[in-house]
């Protein structure tokens, strides 16, 4: 019995006995030791293995942070890049259609200048735009202080200014204005800014309006119908003053026109067809003003104007262009 090993189980029905031999009284022992160190073995890599897991899942974690960043960062790259090339499509349309209007603008000028009866140049720096500017308002100021275009629209001119003979008197004589063949109660507009000077009746002349100018300039309108300013009144051109009639000294309806300077008649045919595209066509046709000494004093008006602009900073180059611009038109006429 030495060499065996009894193992009694015991249990509600009895009890029973095992017997081991002295090879199996070692394994056993054996056995249970190696599954209990198995055992913590297997639990020790568990816990390791669990732990490396943990590991792997916070690295797995921070590697999705990354690349949602990276992906987010990447996204605003291309949103960047996609406005980016919008903005500079849009800077390439509107640099085309600048150039475009600075074509249109040069253009512009070069007509302007061809119709002022300046040189025309390819490119225009600010300073020739400001001339042509101050140019331009020059002329219009004076096609708005000297008599220029028709008293009235659509009538035809029935008498010229000249030596005829009076169908009243049926004598030889002066007649110092233009007729214009207008039915009664035809509207008569003002030829250019002025004062109304006189506005009532004059032998002769019958119902008549007096309008009083810049530089000496009036203008006589006769034989009216009906009056439609009074004396002292203010007024510019276009403004209607009064309807041609019959009255005074006439053979029928029609508007008896005149152009006078310091009291002396005028041809008014030259004014009727004055405008800023043919500036320069009234002092070479008009020799009874002195349209050289006219300029001089508007000449001497842009100097102080030039002085201004050197006192507000602008260039010399700008004040000396204005005083060139002015003198242009008083060349043409010395």
């Not at 004062?195 to 002349?205: A, D, H, P």
Request: aromatic fraction near 8%; hydrophobic fraction near 40%.
């Amino acid at each position: 019995m030495r060499n065996k090993l009894v193992v009694t189980l015991t249990t509600v029905r009895g009890s029973r006995q095992y017997t081991l031999n002295q090879v199996a009284r070692v394994l056993v022992p054996a056995f249970l030791l190696m599954a209990v160190v198995s055992f913590f073995i297997s639990n020790a890599l568990l816990v390791k293995t669990s732990d490396d897991l943990a590991v792997l899942e916070e690295d797995h974690q921070a590697l999705a942070d990354q690349y949602e960043s990276i992906l987010g960062t990447q996204q605003l790259y291309v949103s960047e890049l996609n406005q980016l090339g919008s903005t500079l499509e849009t800077l390439q349309e509107e640099n085309l259609r600048m150039g475009e209007v600075n074509a249109s603008l040069d253009q512009t000028l070069s007509g302007l200048e061809s119709m002022l009866g300046l040189p025309v140049s390819e490119t225009y720096s600010p300073q020739q735009a400001e001339v042509l500017k101050a140019t331009a308002a020059q002329r219009l100021f004076l096609l708005h202080s000297i008599p220029n275009g028709v008293p009235l629209q659509g009538q035809s001119i029935s008498d010229r200014y000249g030596m005829r003979v009076n169908p009243v008197t049926r004598k030889k004589s002066m007649h110092n204005g233009i007729d214009f063949a207008a039915g009664r109660g035809t509207p008569v507009y003002a030829t250019a800014d002025g004062i109304v000077e006189f506005s009532g009746r004059q032998s002769g002349f019958g119902r008549l309006v007096i309008l009083q100018h810049n530089f000496g300039f009036k203008t006589y309108y006769a034989h009216l119908d009906k009056l439609d300013v009074k004396a002292g009144q203010l007024v510019a051109k276009g403004d209607l003053i009064a309807h041609s009639g019959n009255s005074g000294r006439s053979t029928g309806p029609h508007l008896h026109y005149e152009v006078r300077r310091l009291y002396s008649a005028i041809d008014p045919e030259p004014f009727l067809n004055w405008n800023i595209a043919s500036f320069d066509d009234l002092f070479e046709k008009v020799d009874e003003v002195e349209w050289a000494a006219l300029f001089d004093v508007i000449c001497k008006g842009q100097f102080h104007a030039a002085a201004n602009c050197r006192e507000r900073g602008q260039s010399e180059e700008l004040a000396q262009l204005a005083r060139d611009g002015t003198a242009s038109s008083r060349e043409r006429v010395q």
